[in-house]
């Protein structure tokens, strides 16, 4: 079974340019969470789909992040424009209700 | 929100050693995991383990809930042991919450 894909693994743009994150989560895995790491401070939640429905989105830190999954399938995670604050590391996890999170490899932004 | 501390923050041990990392937590958890950060950046599952103990090789864990601490033990220390060691909870909602980690190096 394959695990929790991303994609790229590592992006690097200039202050002010879009960039968009994708998950692809485990077949079968209705919740997807998108988490950062950023500064190597701690992990820090995003958001939570269950399905194609946003959850629980209170760790966006504004509205230059937009997230989507449509079809309940992949997601998303656009930012526009990007601030160098928002450089770190990216983390998409999913699980099935009542299971584990599982984490995929991050995706590696670097704003400059 | 609830707190996560995790110590020490830096570790570093050759290799062959044994070492213990502290997870504490400031209230009750539903939850609570054990991950690897490794050198490449990669989040891997330790241990899923809101109380007791359990063990995987070299690895074991314990979470005492009623005093919300947990340990990770790791025996025999190997250079592949090396990176971050997070620990994560969930209380009621089901976003984890995570430590600033611990960050392991095993000289050889």
């Known amino acids: 079974e394959a695990g929790v894909t991303q994609f790229p693994s590592h992006s690097v743009i200039e202050k002010g340019q879009t960039v968009t994150l994708r998950c692809d989560p485990i077949?079968?895995?209705?919740?997807l969470y998108w988490y950062r790491r950023v500064m190597g401070k701690e992990i820090k939640f995003l958001l939570h789909?269950?399905?194609?429905?946003?959850?629980?989105e209170s760790g966006m830190p504004n509205n230059r992040f937009l997230a989507e999954r449509t079809g309940g399938t992949y997601s998303t995670l656009k930012v526009q424009p990007a601030e160098l604050e928002d450089s770190g590391v990216y983390f998409c996890?999913?699980?099935?209700?009542?299971?584990?999170?599982?984490f995929g490899p991050g995706t590696r932004l670097t704003v400059l | 929100g609830i707190q996560v501390e995790q110590s020490p923050p830096d570790l570093i041990l050759q290799e062959g050693a044994n070492s213990t990392l502290r997870c504490n937590f400031s209230d009750s958890v539903n939850n609570l995991q054990w991950f690897h950060q490794n050198p490449w950046g990669q989040l891997i599952n330790l241990f899923y383990i809101p109380s007791g103990t359990k063990q995987n090789g070299r690895l074991s864990a314990t979470t005492v809930a009623t005093e919300r601490y947990s340990l990770l033990y790791i025996s025999s220390s190997q250079t592949t042991d090396s990176g971050v060691y997070f620990c994560a909870v969930v209380q009621g909602a089901q976003k984890l919450v995570f430590g600033q980690g611990t960050r392991l190096t095993i000289n050889p």
């Open positions: 077949s079968g895995h209705d919740n």
């Open positions: 996890a999913s699980k099935v209700s009542g299971g584990v999170q599982f």
């Open positions: 789909f269950v399905k194609e429905s946003k959850q629980d």
